[in-house]
């Protein structure tokens, strides 16, 4: 087993147990979708019409719930300073432990939406859609969130302001994420572009996110 994979399964771990991960988010989910029909009334074409952006929503909310804790738990037992003293990549290991947190907490929303879907009277293309657009763009959100727990960590209850914090710069992911969701029910080649960008943004996340975190953490640490 590589020290990468042990950090992996170690991240999980904690993930899971600190907290209830994978659980308290899809419940959060859960109440999320549940209360949205209250409000919107016994109307289907609406639910319907409205539902990939809720899940959407719901999602958000539910991945920005536990990001609070992704480093502030090392921080506390002392396992973040012996991390960045250990001479290994930091960036890499924000990257492992961002891969362990979304393994944990935002693959059981995607994994969880298609359910949820029913609550909303959505139709088998918009379910399908939506699934996809929530594993591509997810991740994403967890990356993002990273740098502002990054941030947040060195500050005494810091993790308040992380939802503060990066809440704007997910918004481009909740725009692609819900547009390319409802243009398949119009116009199922509108789905290309708008997926294609969310895409994009993942992937820059993905390059952006370990890097700003990395230089972050060592700040909060000097």
């Keep these: 087993m590589t020290t990468w994979t042990a950090l992996f399964l170690r991240e999980l771990r904690l993930a899971v147990r600190v907290g209830g991960g994978a659980l308290m988010g899809v419940l959060f989910f859960l109440i999320v979708v549940s209360v949205i029909p209250f409000a919107v009334g016994p109307d289907l074409n609406l639910l319907s019409r409205l539902g990939p952006a809720v899940l959407w929503i719901g999602a958000l909310l539910a991945t920005l719930l536990g990001l609070d804790r992704l480093y502030e738990a090392d921080r506390e037992d002392g396992a973040l300073d012996l991390i960045v003293a250990s001479g290994r990549p930091l960036e890499?290991?924000?990257?492992?432990?961002?891969?362990?947190?979304?393994?944990?907490?935002?693959?059981?929303?995607?994994?969880?939406?298609?359910?949820?879907?029913?609550?909303?009277?959505?139709?088998?293309?918009?379910?399908?859609?939506?699934?996809?657009?929530?594993?591509?763009?997810?991740?994403?959100l967890t990356l993002i969130g990273s740098i502002g727990a990054g941030l947040a960590v060195s500050l005494r209850r810091g993790g308040l302001l992380v939802p503060i914090l990066v809440l704007p710069f997910c918004i481009p992911v909740l725009i692609?994420?819900?547009?390319?969701?409802?243009?398949?029910?119009?116009?199922?080649?509108?789905?290309?572009?708008?997926?294609?960008?969310?895409?994009?943004?993942?992937?820059?996340?993905?390059?952006?996110?370990?890097?700003?975190?990395a230089a972050a953490l060592r700040g909060g640490l000097d």
Excluded: N, Q, Y
């Excluded at 979304?102 to 088998?124: E, I, N, Q, Y």
């Excluded at 918009?126 to 594993?135: F, K, V």
């Design 92 to 140: 890499l290991v924000v990257l492992v432990k961002a891969a362990a947190h979304w393994t944990a907490t935002g693959l059981p929303l995607v994994l969880a939406a298609p359910l949820f879907a029913l609550f909303l009277a959505m139709r088998p293309a918009e379910i399908g859609s939506t699934m996809a657009t929530l594993a591509v763009g997810t991740p994403a």
């Design 176 to 213: 692609f994420g819900v547009s390319a969701s409802v243009a398949v029910a119009f116009d199922p080649a509108a789905f290309r572009t708008p997926f294609l960008l969310l895409t994009a943004v993942s992937l820059v996340a993905a390059v952006v996110g370990p890097v700003a975190t």
